[in-house]
Structures are given as C-alpha cells and as structure tokens.
C-alpha cells in the first residue's frame, strides 16, 4: 500500500493507494505547528478506523505547496511508517513536458494535476483546481503544459469579505439557496457561489478563445462538486485528481 498526501494552504488531502486501486481517502486541516508526532497519531487515528495497521504502507509520495511543513511529514513518515517519502520537486521525474517561461515556478500541485490530467482524459484539457487558490491550467494537444491563471480561492475570498467589512457576518461558503437573497447571509452566499461560477465560466470561455481549441475541462479541489452542479462549461468533476497524479508520479519514479 502507498501513502499518498497532497499539501495544500489550508487542507491536507490523503489517500491509501493498493493493488490499482484507491482504498481510502481523508482531508484534514493543514497546520503548520503540529508536530511529526502530532500527524503521525492523527493519521494513526484515520488508519484505525479503517481496520489499517500502519506496518501495512510500504512507500509514499508527497507534494506540498507549504514549505515549512515538509520536514515534519518527512520525519512522520520515517518514525510512524518506516520510509522516507518522495517529494514532488527537483529530480522527481513526471514526464512533463512544461512551456511556462520559468517551470520551477509552477506548483507541485499544478504539476501533478497535469500529470493525471494527461492520463485520464488525454489533450487539449483546462484543469480547474478549487483549492485555497482557484487555479486555471491549460494543457495542449501535444501533451505540454503551456500556462494558466490563478485567482483568490473561494474559502480566502469569503475571509477576506468578512474582515474587510465590519458589518458583513462570517457565514458558511455552502450552496445558495437561490441567486436573490432574502437576506445578508443568503445574499453573501449568493455572490459568493455564482460569483465563482461566473468567474470560472469566463475564464474558461477567455481561455478556450484565445487558444482556438474545444478542451475536455475537469473540476477538482474542495468545492469542484458545487461547482459542477452550478455551470456546464465544467466536462468532469474529478475531487482526487492531485492524488491520483501523485501515484502515477511515484510509480514512474519507484520503477525508474
């Protein structure tokens, strides 16, 4: 079995892969000052539950886009699991051939995504990650990674509304009751779920215009399947496809 743990801002996504298949998945809250100790009786926790032993996960691959995380999980896995996992970073080989104008300045999570993109649903694709950055990838139909954007995500957008304005409430980001709130909080959650859902769709249309292609679009993230049920310009809604980029990462490079 491998472990397999995606590093985002806020949420940490975890999934046990065996035998071709994903087995389990989990999200937790991303906290930097948690101790190795502190992760490995949490993920311990997860394991049990499931009937897991930890002795059971021979290897594991991890990409975080929060540094000062990365030797924690790191020692986690040596004490708890007896392995030193793979890192999505220099050296690691994804096969992807990637035409931004720096590549070291695209995220782990970008990578991986296309990566997983690429075997899944092959090319021309825009990736659509709802994570604490809402990030747009396209890939072409040669397989390459050409670029993308990347906008507020939806959770630091709903923060930022509250602290900014002193008599907005904090309220849940959950699906609007309709587009025309009766009151604040429904309101708020009005402009906050259609909001995206206007971004998303304009961005894909500018996207798809200034390329001249019809891409397959995937969805993925914590809020894909909300937003998936709001638009059609959405093809796929794909919630673990950074995990699943994450195993056939590591499987390329386990077997190099």
């Known amino acids: 079995m491998n472990l397999v743990i995606d590093v985002g801002n806020t949420k940490m996504a975890i999934g046990i892969y065996d035998q ?3 087995q389990y998945y989990w999200t937790i809250q991303t906290n930097t000052s948690k101790t190795a100790d502190e992760y490995g009786v949490l993920i311990n926790n997860l394991f049990q539950f499931e009937g897991l032993k930890l002795e059971e996960i021979s290897g594991g691959i991890i990409s975080s886009v929060v540094p000062t ?12 699991f007896q392995f030193t996992p793979m890192f999505i970073g220099p050296g690691i080989k994804t096969g992807l051939n990637i035409l931004y104008d720096n590549p070291k300045e695209v995220g782990a999570d970008r990578i991986v995504n296309a990566v997983a993109g690429i075997h899944q649903y092959d090319g021309p694709l825009i990736i659509v990650d709802t994570g604490t950055a809402t990030t747009f990838c396209y890939i072409n139909e040669k397989k390459q990674y050409v670029g993308g954007a990347i906008a507020p995500g939806m959770n630091i957008s709903m923060d930022a509304l509250y602290q900014r304005a002193s008599k907005l409430p904090k309220v849940e980001t959950v699906k609007a009751k309709s587009v025309i709130g009766k009151n604040t909080i429904h309101a708020m959650q009005s402009g906050f779920l259609y909001g995206f859902v206007g971004q998303i769709e304009g961005i894909i249309w500018r996207i798809k215009k200034e390329m001249g292609t019809e891409p397959t679009i995937i969805a993925t993230g ?12 959405i093809d796929y809604v794909d919630e673990w496809l950074t995990l699943k980029g994450l195993q056939l990462v590591y499987e390329r490079n386990y077997r190099a």
């Open 20 to 22: 071709d298949e994903w």
């Open 69 to 80: 995380i990365d030797q924690c999980l790191k020692t986690m896995c040596q004490m708890y």
């Open 222 to 233: 914590e809020m894909a399947k909300v937003i998936g049920e709001e638009t059609k310009a």
